[in-house]
């Protein structure tokens, strides 16, 4: 059994910050990679950013030079830091991981989603 928790979702005005977290736990072997994506409302689900086991990152263009994306491998955590946020930034983020199991088999799984809202 694999869980995928996030934390960290909240309220800000325009320009504020937030951390998004997301926790893996359960039997994974190594993680391939970990992702953030976002759905606002009446739009479809988007990739935010990405980083992979070496630690490599990728950004949309949308979120680049505001966004940082780590990873604690040690927990198995990804954290999403967020900053000069923006009303367009306001979405539900969801956290996907793609990893390998002790099974030797590779699985993926999304977290249940975290509210994001900027407003003044």
């Known amino acids: 059994q694999v869980q995928l928790v996030e934390s960290g979702g909240g309220s800000v005005p325009p320009g504020g910050s937030l951390t998004l977290s997301c926790a893996a736990s359960?039997?994974?072997?190594?993680?391939?990679?970990m992702e953030w994506y976002r759905q606002a409302p009446g739009k479809q689900l988007e990739l935010v950013a990405l980083?992979?086991?070496?630690?490599?990152?990728n950004y949309a263009d949308f979120v680049k030079g505001r966004f940082t994306l780590s990873m604690d491998s040690a927990s198995n955590t990804a954290y999403l830091q967020m900053n000069n946020l923006k009303p367009e930034d306001t979405a539900v983020y969801y956290c996907?991981?793609?990893?390998?199991?002790?099974?030797?088999?590779?699985?993926?799984?999304w977290g249940q989603g975290t509210q994001v809202t900027v407003s003044s």
């Open positions: 359960g039997k994974i072997y190594s993680i391939y990679k």
């Open positions: 980083i992979d086991s070496g630690h490599g990152t």
């Open positions: 996907h991981a793609e990893f390998r199991s002790y099974d030797d088999s590779d699985y993926d799984y």
